[in-house]
């Protein structure tokens, strides 16, 4: 297009490709489109398609190489497990609990289970102590105290009575 | 926006299939086929990226993030819809989720900043007035939401129809059009304060 038919042609708010393409690329014609319809001044940086950094082959190959790490990925990943594999997997299991407490119950039966060490709880065991004879008052006692070594010796006394019974 | 630009040159692209029957021989599991997608598409969608974003490098980045989940979501696309739009929403989508998040780590910073031409600026001709405008747009669109620059790109600068951009967006057209309303307004606001120059230019339409 020459720049007599785009002046001839020019208005404003135009959708002409022909027209807008030409605004774009001459600077004279754009001096004037900006003249006749102020919104050319901000529409003469649109329309060419423009080429990204380091050109549109290493772009692409950039894109090709994450497309084609992220399928690799996707392929490598593990599958989910469907529902009958996980039965599988849980039957498996339970009947190797089951067979190996029947051996054992068999093994036990006929006395060939290897020794068991049985582990014994230990509980705290309360003593409820009271005395044996709770009202003594004998003339024939006689009556020994145990010298003690200190004062946080403990106190011995023996008494020797043959009214009291044998067993106590 | 120091990042350079370059314009792609038109050329005689032979008949290609179509972007479904692509889209079908990839579900089939063709990864070439993907590879001939990204090849058509990345122009357009990094453009679209840049555009949304203001930042060579970020929307590099995005674009290809753009790439990995269309590969990974192709098989929720309905045939029955352009491809553009199912792709364009997908962009567009990813875009404003990351300008949000750059928004809350930066917290609106360049409020201060001002034009300040550089040594390459000492070229002629278009590429430098592009480039100029450039750093205007960048620094009067930083006023905007991300979907009110969304909206502003893709109608000014993509050239799509309310309608399409109100399809991408999931939104009425009434939304779209009072997004853009909003959007010129508050970037005339932006020009008379920062670029009043720019401003005189601009005022005619808004």
């Known amino acids: ?168 | 926006m120091g990042a350079e630009l370059r314009l792609m040159a038109p050329v005689n692209e032979p008949v290609q299939p179509d972007d479904r029957l692509l889209v079908e021989t990839i579900r089939g599991g063709d990864a070439d086929a993907f590879e001939q997608l990204v090849r058509r598409k990345t122009s357009r969608v990094y453009a679209l990226c840049y555009r949304i974003i203001g930042n060579a490098e970020d929307a590099k980045d995005i674009a290809q993030l753009v790439f990995i989940k269309l590969w990974e979501n192709l098989h929720k696309y309905d045939t029955a819809y352009a491809f553009d739009t199912w792709l364009y929403r997908m962009v567009t989508n990813v875009a404003i989720d990351f300008i949000r998040n750059r928004q809350s780590r930066e917290n609106a910073v360049n409020s201060s900043l001002r034009l300040v031409k550089t040594t390459a600026d000492a070229e002629q001709g278009v590429a430098v007035q592009r480039k100029e405008i450039e750093t205007v747009f960048d620094h009067v669109s930083s006023v905007l939401s991300p979907k009110q620059k969304t909206i502003f790109v893709m109608k000014e600068m993509e050239d799509l129809p309310s309608s399409e951009i109100a399809k991408v967006l999931g939104c009425r057209e009434s939304t779209v059009r009072n997004h853009l309303f909003n959007a010129r307004k508050l970037m005339q606001a932006q020009l008379e304060k920062r670029y009043p120059e720019y401003a005189q230019l601009w005022r005619g339409r808004s």
């Open chain 1, 1 to 168: 297009m020459t720049c007599d038919r785009f002046r001839s042609r020019f208005a404003p708010s135009t959708d002409d490709a022909g027209l807008l393409a030409h605004a774009r690329a001459c600077e004279s014609c754009l001096a004037v489109a900006i003249e006749r319809d102020p919104d050319m001044l901000f529409r003469s940086l649109g329309g060419a398609e423009l080429i990204p950094p380091g050109g549109i082959d290493l772009f692409v190959d950039d894109v090709m190489r994450e497309v084609r790490l992220r399928t690799t990925e996707t392929t490598m990943a593990p599958r989910p497990v469907s529902w009958t594999r996980r039965l599988a997997i849980a039957a498996t299991i339970a009947l190797g609990i089951v067979g190996g407490a029947a051996i054992y119950q068999y093994e036990r039966a006929t006395g060939t289970a290897p020794m068991i060490v049985h582990r014994v709880a230990l509980r705290p065991v309360t003593f409820d102590s009271r005395p044996a004879v709770e009202a003594y008052d004998s003339l024939n006692a006689t009556i020994v105290e145990v010298p003690t070594e200190g004062v946080e010796d403990v106190r011995m006394v023996m008494v020797f009575d043959d009214t009291l019974p044998a067993d106590l």
